[in-house]
């Protein structure tokens, strides 16, 4: 494997973690947006009142993503599994 073939691949995992993990990080920092405003706005300062909404939203993305996330795995995988008798040379 030579440094172009390494550094194509790196890029490429990179590329499939940040798709697969930002619908999720999104999800979870407007969910977090929405709750501080709601707790400045009331003047409620309770730490824990985050925590159950964020847990069902991201429990939410991951059940209705997951095929998609599955799909993308997948394509990356037979990719990698694919090309991997070139990087041998």
Excluded at 9 to 21: D, G, H, M, P, Y
Excluded at 31 to 58: C, D, H, M, N, R
């Amino acid at each position: 494997m030579n440094i172009e073939q390494s550094v194509e691949v790196l890029r490429q995992l990179v590329t499939t973690s940040l798709l697969i993990i930002s619908p999720i990080l999104l999800v979870s920092m407007a969910v977090g947006l929405v709750i501080s405003l709601f707790q400045s706005i009331t003047s409620i300062q309770e730490q824990t009142l985050t925590f159950v909404p964020k847990l069902l939203a991201v429990a939410f993305v991951l059940v209705a993503g997951a095929p998609w996330m599955l799909r993308i795995l997948m394509q990356f995988t037979i990719t990698f599994i694919s090309r991997m008798s070139e990087m041998a040379r």
